[in-house]
């Protein structure tokens, strides 16, 4: 089954969760908008007709005198319409004292500059209201109430509501089927990526029936995963044949001086240049040997590393059955090197790997610690679930300015340099590690090496 990515963390999800975000904010924007030309209306209506209703007062003034308006102000509240504001009136004297009208005080309004505001009714609701002034000893105030404005408002609440959880619903929907599509499409070049075989290169040269910018990066991506593929096809047969032409004459050698050191006399005593020889050849097989063996372990690191995230081969291994059998056969050894041997193996540990590899994994962390541990010294092998594998031991250890730098090629701790060895074996280790998607780790010790390996970090 192809790995998805976490749904928190996918592109798709949130381009989904923006659009949602945006819609909603749109809906709430309108709605806000909508509110506030409503009753931004209402009250410049309302300014309108309190103007419109003092002006037809002062025309009665003018035409008729005070009692001529106080008796229109006693019509108009005896006859309110009932589809317009209720209207408020008072007539007063220059002390504010009523002389017609339904307000028995006169607010806080300057009747000399027609000062409009909001004033409270003795029923306790609001009104616009204008006052003015039609005499040195007489004034005017008109109200209008508000309208009540809430069940509109409340109405308009609603429609944005609804229509809004239909326009978030609609792009949710929309952007899900949309980012559905998409992540498939992503999904086969991630796919081709994680396995690059025959079958995902296949699909990916297909493309799709969309001639997008992602049909496009679709083929590039399988050209260049077949451009990658015939190069690290091309490498492997090179490093094999460089390999087979290197290996087979040193072997011819080493053949050659075994033949030459039969030839010599058995006793050295007898001849001492036939003694020199014998052991010049010696030592030239001890060289071949690790030469051959150098190259081995390069060519070890090469196929590693190409082949990391490449899972053709791998198969599910018991690294527990595997650790106890490694254990038993170095249990021998380390009781006659003289080193104690501990081991702290949990049951039921799997891993999908290569058990080949896995085994050269450990052993070469084993061998390491043997070979540096002086005799009296102990060494402790431990795996636990996870998987995690832990080799520990109180040697020497590894010096500080020579910790960064444990796993590259050819490098050796500098208390560590009369133990032979060409530097390869932790980076054989590591790139095996990496095979396996794991880690591995010098991690810091009170005393000795400690040498953990467990899954890679996500982040």
């Not at 004034?139 to 509501?161: P, S, T």
């Not at 899900?176 to 699909?203: K, S, V, Y």
């Not at 091309?234 to 087979?248: F, S, Y």
């Amino acid at each position: 089954m192809a790995r998805l990515v976490d749904i928190h963390r996918s592109i798709f999800t949130q381009i989904v969760a923006w659009a949602i975000l945006i819609a909603a904010l749109i809906t709430f924007g309108l709605w806000l908008l909508t509110d506030t030309t409503i009753q931004r209306t209402n009250h410049i209506a309302l300014e309108r007709a309190v103007d419109v209703d003092l002006a037809g007062m002062v025309d009665i003034f003018a035409s008729g005198g005070a009692v001529e308006l106080s008796n229109r102000i006693n019509d108009r509240l005896a006859l309110q319409p009932r589809d317009a504001n209720p209207a408020h009136y008072l007539l007063a004297d220059a002390k504010g004292t009523p002389l017609a009208g339904d307000v028995r005080a006169w607010p806080g309004l300057h009747a000399g500059v027609s000062e409009t505001g909001e004033i409270v009714l003795p029923d306790g609701e609001r009104a616009l209201a204008r006052a003015t002034q039609l005499g040195p000893d007489l004034r005017l105030m008109v109200a209008h109430e508000y309208r009540d404005l809430g069940l509109l408002l409340r109405q308009v609440a609603l429609a944005f509501l609804a229509g809004g959880l239909l326009a978030v619903g609609a792009v949710a929907l929309a952007g899900w089927l949309a980012a559905q599509r998409l992540a498939g499409r992503i999904e086969r070049i991630n796919a081709a990526f994680r396995h690059p075989d025959d079958a995902a290169l296949a699909q990916l040269a297909k493309g799709s029936k969309d001639r997008d910018e992602i049909d496009e990066l679709t083929r590039h991506s399988g050209d260049a995963l077949a451009r990658l593929r015939r190069l690290a096809s091309a490498q492997r047969e090179t490093t094999d044949q460089v390999a087979h032409e290197m290996r087979t004459p040193l072997m011819h050698l080493d053949n050659r001086l075994v033949r030459a050191l039969a030839t010599l006399p058995a006793n050295g005593s007898a001849d001492d240049a036939g003694s020199e020889a014998a052991a010049r050849i010696t030592d030239a097989r001890l060289e071949i040997r690790s030469i051959i063996r150098m190259l081995e372990s390069l060519l070890d690191i090469a196929a590693s590393q190409a082949r990391r995230g490449d899972r053709h081969g791998l198969a599910q291994v018991d690294l527990s059955a595997l650790a106890e059998r490694l254990a038993e056969l170095y249990a021998d050894s380390a009781e006659e090197s003289g080193h104690a041997f501990e081991l702290a193996i949990e049951p039921g540990v799997t891993l999908e790997g290569e058990e080949m590899q896995l085994t050269r994994l450990i052993t070469n962390l084993l061998d390491n610690a043997f070979k540096f541990v002086p005799p009296g010294g102990t060494v402790r092998l431990e795996l636990a679930k996870g998987p995690r594998l832990t080799v520990r031991d109180d040697g020497p250890g590894v010096p500080e300015p020579d910790r960064h730098r444990i796993f590259d090629k050819f490098s050796r701790a500098g208390n560590h340099d009369g133990h032979g060895g060409a530097g390869l074996g932790l980076t054989l280790c590591r790139a095996i590690a990496e095979r396996h998607h794991l880690e591995i780790k010098l991690v810091p010790s009170e005393k000795g090496a400690c040498f953990t390996i467990a899954p890679e970090s996500k982040s």
